[in-house]
């Protein structure tokens, strides 16, 4: 028997596009969790003609947040137990569900294309999906990617990718950016109270180390 049946389950971490009318095309769980994110976060100061005292430590809104990361996909164990749609695809399935985050839906451009020649001039824009990055259950926060880079690195004699790496940043999108009426914003909100939340247990924490040090050398 394992020595690791007790072992705590392992939460995967996920990229997901909501979009109602294609529920299942960008929902990706990542197969093997990053080992790493690197996060860059920038103020939002307010900009001030003024120079009056205090108006440097004004915020305009949250910070800006990005996030990138590598997600690493491989269809090996797959093909061994010979598992669709590995044996047909690959990790196609996979990749494609990444670059749907970036893509206008093919019916809208069609519909935009057919509806031009009859001269109707207001052309619909196409709208990315809700896209949530989740990374347990303390950061579900809405994004947008920024940038997709994906390096295939092995394949099967069809020359379907069976073993690929993909590159993803990402900008968290707040209230401001979407309303804090919307699912988005009430999701950015929630993960902001979060944090608050964190920093007070932090700073409790810090207070009665100090003060448990300070009795200690007294």
């Known amino acids: ?8 389950q392992l939460l995967k971490g996920a990229i997901i596009g909501v979009d109602p009318f294609n529920p299942l095309a960008s929902i990706i769980v990542f197969q093997y969790n990053p080992d790493s994110l690197v996060r860059t976060i ?9 120079s009056s005292p205090g108006e440097a430590l004004r ?6 947040e990005t996030i990138s990361l590598d997600i690493e996909v491989d269809a090996t164990d797959q093909l061994e137990q010979a598992k669709s749609p590995a044996t047909s695809m690959g990790v196609h399935p996979t990749l494609a569900s990444l670059e749907m985050l970036l893509y206008p839906k093919s019916a809208l451009v069609i519909a935009n294309e057919i509806l031009a020649p009859l001269g109707i001039t207001e052309i619909i ?3 990315a999906p809700l896209t949530l990055f989740i990374w347990g259950i303390k950061r579900v926060v809405p994004v ?19 073993r690929a790496k993909a590159r993803v940043a990402m900008k968290i999108l707040t209230y401001q950016d979407l309303g804090l009426l919307s699912v988005g914003g009430a999701l950015f909100m929630v993960h902001q ?3 608050e939340t964190m920093a007070t247990i932090n700073g ?3 207070l009665a180390a100090a003060a448990s040090f300070s009795v200690s050398v007294g």
């Open 125 to 127: 824009p196409a709208e």
């Open 1 to 8: 028997m394992s020595g690791f049946t007790r072992s705590p």
């Open 193 to 195: 109270i979060i944090k």
């Open 204 to 206: 409790v924490g810090s």
């Open 144 to 162: 947008k990617v920024t940038n997709l880079t994906i390096t295939e690195e092995a394949f099967d004699t069809s020359l379907n990718p069976i």
């Open 59 to 64: 915020f305009a809104g949250p910070p800006g």
């Open 42 to 50: 920038t103020p939002n100061i307010a900009q001030s003609s003024t």
